[in-house]
């Protein structure tokens, strides 16, 4: 069975970082590609940062600079280290896998983010 579970998320003032973690179990996870996305209320979900199985990086534009993403096969985990956190980042962030060139072959349930003062 696969779960896919994000932690890490809260309240942070602006200016101030999180770091969210992803633990994908029940998957290949070292030839799987794992993407945060990211959904704030009345907008569409965004692809926030991916990394391939070869640790390929890529990221919004919004948060090039800012965030990091990264991954530990030993621990099937993925994190998102968030830096210089805007309001505008608050949103709840999902965690992706995916095989081949998808990100989006499963899912787990999100993590709420909010940056206010």
């Known amino acids: 069975q696969v779960q896919v579970v994000e932690s890490g998320g809260g309240l942070v003032q602006p200016g101030g970082s999180l770091r969210l973690s992803c633990e994908a179990t029940g998957i290949i996870f070292r030839i799987a590609n794992m993407g945060w996305y990211r959904q704030a209320p009345g907008k569409q979900r965004e692809l926030v940062a991916s990394i391939t199985s070869d640790e390929a990086t890529d990221y919004a534009d919004s948060v090039k600079g800012r965030f990091a993403i990264s991954r530990d096969n030993a621990w099937n985990a993925v994190y998102l280290q968030m830096n210089s956190l805007k309001p505008e980042d608050t949103a709840v962030y999902y965690c992706?896998?995916?095989?081949?060139?998808?990100?989006?072959?499963?899912w787990g349930q999100g993590t709420q983010v909010t940056v206010s003062s």
């Open positions: 992706s896998a995916g095989y081949g060139s998808r990100l989006q072959d499963y």
